[in-house]
């Protein structure tokens, strides 16, 4: 069964850090894609970035919204993905969810249970 | 970057109804496009990719169509597990983006 964990959210000040943590199991984590998407309250769906596998050099994207802000990391030995969030800004509050990008269709799949991010002062 | 907008922003059906949900693209998607059902407080439910692909252990009543910018997501007859917020979302090319969603509730 695939499962995907989030962890780390929690409240931070505008300008703190955060990272959050994803941790995988049920499927090949190495050799899959790993997004982050978030939500922030009673909004839509926005996508926040990507880390592919190590055979695709671990190549990232981001929104335009997050980009030199967040940082997406890879760890295959410990079937976890995260997600560096710096200079937080209130707009960032969101829910945060890790998906898993399947390998031959390209869908997303699986998506955690999600993990709060709330930037406040 | 691909715009993805949704029709109507909010429908109301009673169960038994057939309801279609239409999806479009700013530009040409081919068939990279996924849909998905959200209830409040869970995360989202892969239900259909590549445009029209049953996604695994999903019920046959809801079905997709379409290609190029348009799109649509049908469910033959709503049951009462179904009232729920569906989005689309185009996976073409990045960044990937999600229509703003459909709520979809009882009439």
């Known amino acids: 069964e695939v499962q995907l964990v989030e962890s780390g959210g929690g409240l931070v000040q505008p300008g703190g850090s955060l990272k959050l943590s994803c941790a995988a199991s049920?499927?090949?984590?190495?050799?899959?894609?790993m997004h982050w998407v978030r939500q922030a309250s009673g909004k839509g769906l926005e996508w926040v970035g990507r880390i592919r596998s190590k055979a695709n050099s671990y190549a990232t994207a981001y929104a335009a919204s997050v980009k030199g802000r967040f940082t997406i990391s890879r760890d295959d030995s410990k079937n976890t993905a995260y997600l560096q969030m710096n200079s937080l800004k209130t707009e960032d509050t969101a829910v945060y969810y890790c998906?898993?990008?399947?390998?031959?269709?390209?869908?997303?799949?699986?998506w955690g249970q999600g993990t709060l991010v709330t930037v406040s002062s | 970057d691909i715009q993805m907008t949704q029709s109507p922003s909010t429908l109301s059906a009673s169960v038994g109804d057939r309801v279609t949900i239409t999806c479009r693209a700013s530009?040409?998607?081919?068939?990279?496009l996924a849909w998905y059902q959200q209830k409040p407080g869970k995360a989202p439910k892969l239900l259909i990719y590549?445009?029209?692909s049953l996604e695994s252990g999903v019920p046959s009543r809801f079905s997709g169509s379409g290609s190029g910018t348009e799109f649509t997501l049908t469910i033959s007859s709503l049951q009462p597990d179904d009232f729920a917020t569906y989005y689309c979302?185009?996976?073409?090319?990045?960044?990937?983006?999600f229509g703003p969603g459909t709520k979809v509730d009882i009439k």
């Open positions: 998906t898993r990008q399947d390998v031959v269709a390209a869908k997303i799949d699986y």
């Open positions: 049920g499927f090949t984590f190495s050799g899959s894609a």
């Open positions: 530009q040409s998607i081919s068939s990279w």
């Open positions: 979302q185009q996976y073409n090319s990045y960044p990937l983006t």
């Open positions: 590549k445009a029209s």
